[in-house]
């Protein structure tokens, strides 16, 4: 068994080193029935249940029709987005689903058919020989007549083309790529043969030209110092590259047998045999080295890794290395859903094993460091669901040792996450959960944000209060963090109609805030002079507010966020047409500024222009015409402000909740400027009624409303 290991180390060795060559919940066994509706939710669940199904299973076509019918409500959408990659990584993952007999015996989906297509149209032109042949395969396999002459014709050509090449480092490298590539795409077993003869060929020839060691002189090729020393580590790794082709789809049978028929040439074989046989048995020595062979494979073919494991969980249903190891995959490939789900397995299976729980909180708090709750929240609700159990049980058999993360920080984060999907009343369960948890500062800051969005000012005060009183932090750090919560507390007075209050909480603010002001250099401070500014003009302030604001600018002219505070308070604010145009040219002139938020200011100065009864500068028309063009949600914002899009169409085109409600509200804001007053408070009505609490359209539809006259008439000025 010792010397068996030993080739897993070399082998990450080699396929390390060598990077510079080719490629570079419910637990169902047996006949698992029919698959349940498959939901964002519950896609994981789903998806893991499918892995552990045995190739010939009678159910496990529809399971993953059920899948690949999931997957594919993206494709209309990522077709029209036309990025080439986005399309062939989606079509990659469909065919990820699809077994190599799947492939080779026709048994495709339908789904897959427009990608197919469309990789076809597009990569030909590219000259993406291996893709190209993947998807006309999928079509041969659906059914479309053509499609394998054509797929055989392009085969030909690569293989001609590349038959005068001397170098043999180049020629097998360029094909051997080329078949990869198309093996992504279509797996059949044909395709698998094909690639794991030229890894043999690469190999065979390199040994005539330099010997198995590289000794020799060089080809007629003419290969550089890097290759010379690139060649005799192909060799050695060409074993691995051969096992790698069918372990990669669970294949350990053939496996052996193609790694069997090379011979030993580079001493390599024998030893990766010995690890593969081991393997095989079904017995805890068996899942040792399948085990070991996943870990030798991880970092440099992640893909293979993945594959042995999910034949892992088969073999051994009740060995917890495999989640974990499916858990770690998921990881590297930010899958943080699926990852969560496999340590939640995994602990299930090795309940005693501390590590295991460690490992997985550990990987979660890293996780919520970087905002993995904020992209989907179906996602995070899961992620969520697994991270409670697997803490519970660790604190439930080991009390007295603290975990990495606690339940309240969880709850907080899925909370953060509902808020961002426009969940009002989920979002405040989990806020108060949390709380219920831990009373933390941060809970409160985000439950009065929350309440104080909605319309609830005096809770919201409540807990902002709350908030004040848990500031532990001295020196300028708890300065600010008092500063802020002052602001806050008095948008909330404000909101529950305490002006008075309000204005109170605003000069204290402003005074931490100017005692900060010398402490701070560099781009920080624009944060520190944005502050200062509203605080300025919420207290009627108009000229120190323009001065602060100026001052924020300069402090930090490449970053984005100074300018959008800025213009989204002049939006809600006494209009000044002429300090939100200067914010936009200013913000223009900084080359890392993204176009969609190019648009977003132009929309604000239109608001601004709308709200002061005037026009904007001849210049953000200029500005909306060049962001005009495309078929992406920024450019149909910037076609509509330039009356190009009618306000009906722009609806259609929006996707989610958060596109419609910037439509309502920019629709809202173009009816206040033509003088219906009564159209704008019903558009901005419905943006509040959206609970897309954490957009700008919201809170500045909040605040309009509030400024909106109780008839129609002139916009009342705050």
């Known amino acids: 068994m010792a010397q068996a290991s030993r080739v897993l180390t070399f082998s990450l060795c080699l396929l390390c080193l060598a990077c510079g060559g080719p490629a570079t919940g419910a637990r169902h066994g047996g006949q698992a029935g029919q698959p349940p509706e498959v939901t964002a939710e519950t896609f994981h669940e789903v998806e893991r249940a499918y892995w552990r199904m ?69 990569g030909s032109p590219r000259g993406d020989e291996g893709r190209v042949m993947g998807a006309l395969l999928l079509l041969h396999a659906i059914g479309e007549e053509g499609s394998e002459a054509e797929r055989e014709q392009v085969a030909r050509w690569g293989r001609d083309a590349r038959a005068g090449i001397e170098n043999p480092l180049e020629r097998y ?38 010997g198995p060691e590289g000794q ?198 899925l909370g953060r996450a509902e808020m961002s999907a426009g969940n009002v009343a989920e979002a405040r369960e989990r806020l108060e959960a949390s709380l219920a948890a831990d009373e933390t500062r941060e809970a409160h800051v985000q439950l009065g944000l929350l309440l104080a969005r909605v319309g609830q000012g005096d809770e919201a005060a409540r807990h902002l209060r709350a908030a004040l009183d848990l ?15 002052l602001e806050q507390l008095g948008d909330a007075q404000r909101i529950a109609g305490e002006q008075r209050q309000a204005e109170r909480m605003y000069r204290q603010s402003l005074a931490l805030w100017n005692d900060l002001i010398e402490q701070v250099r560099g781009p920080r401070r624009s944060v520190v002079e944005v502050r200062r500014g509203v605080l300025h003009s919420r207290l009627g302030n108009t000229e120190a507010a323009m001065e602060a604001f100026g001052h924020a600018m300069d402090a930090a002219p490449s970053w984005r966020e100074p300018y959008a505070a800025i213009l989204a308070h002049l939006v809600v604010s006494q209009p000044n047409l002429e300090l939100a145009q200067q914010v936009l040219r200013r913000a223009n002139y900084q080359l890392t500024l993204e176009p969609q938020w190019k648009v977003y200011f132009a929309l604000w100065v239109q608001a601004i222009a709308a709200r002061a009864a005037s026009e904007p500068e001849r210049e953000v028309g200029v500005l909306l015409r060049e962001l005009s063009n495309g078929d992406g949600w920024s450019a149909r914002l910037a076609a509509y402000a330039r009356g190009e899009l009618p306000y009906g169409q722009l609806v259609e085109a929006a996707d989610d909740d958060g596109e419609r409600t910037e439509a309502a509200f920019y629709e809202g804001t173009r009816r206040l400027g033509a003088g219906d007053v009564a159209g ?23 605040e309009l409303l509030v400024a909106l006259p109780s008839a129609e008439g002139t916009v009342a000025e705050q």
């Not at 496990?60 to 959408?77: G, I, K, N």
């Not at 395709?191 to 005539?208: K, M, N, S």
């Not at 030798?296 to 190891?325: M, Q």
């Open 54 to 122: 045995e190739p010939d299973d009678p159910s496990r076509v529809a399971w993953r029709d059920a899948l690949v019918r999931h997957l594919s409500r993206e494709s209309e959408d990522i077709l029209e987005g036309g990025d080439y990659d986005a399309v062939v990584e989606h079509l990659a993952d469909l065919a990820g689903l699809l077994t190599p007999a799947d492939v080779g015996e026709g048994r495709v989906p339908a789904e897959v058919a427009p990608l197919a297509r469309w990789v076809v149209e597009r």
């Open 216 to 413: 020799g002189s060089r080809t007629p090729g003419r290969l550089s110092f890097q290759q010379l020393r690139l060649a005799p580590l192909l060799v050695q790794r060409a074993p691995l590259d051969v096992a790698a082709v069918y372990l990669r789809h669970g294949d350990l049978e053939r496996a052996i047998e193609h790694v069997e028929r090379m011979g030993d040439q580079s001493g390599v074989e024998q030893r990766l045999l010995q690890l593969l046989e081991s393997a095989r048995e079904n017995n805890d020595r068996g899942a040792t080295s399948l085990s070991e062979l996943a870990q030798g494979f991880v970092r440099a073919r992640p893909n293979v890794s993945e594959a042995i494991c999910r034949l892992g969980i088969r073999r051994f249903p009740d060995d917890a290395r495999f989640p974990v190891c499916l858990a770690r995959v998921a990881l590297e490939q930010s899958e943080v859903g699926a990852a969560t789900a496999w340590y939640a397995e995994a602990v299930q299976l090795a309940p005693d094993d501390r590590e295991v729980y460690d490992e997985a909180l550990g990987q979660l708090d890293t996780m919520m460091e970087e905002g993995l709750f904020e992209a989907d929240v179906s996602q995070s609700r899961v992620i969520a669901r697994h991270a409670l159990e697997i803490l519970e049980e660790r604190q439930r058999r080991w009390p007295d040792r603290a975990p990495s993360v606690d339940r309240s920080e969880i709850l907080l984060q």
């Open 680 to 702: 704008a408070r019903e558009l901005f009505q419905s943006v509040l009624e959206s609970g897309m609490v954490s957009f700008y359209e919201y809170a500045m539809a909040q």
């Open 471 to 485: 500031v532990q932090e001295t020196g300028a750090e708890g300065a600010a963090a008092r500063a802020e919560l």
């Open 173 to 210: 490298g360029d094909l051997i790529q080329v078949w990869e590539q198309h093996e992504e795409i279509a797996p059949a077993p044909e395709v698998l043969t094909t690639l794991a003869r030229l890894y043999v060929e690469q190999r065979d020839a390199l040994i005539g030209a330099f």
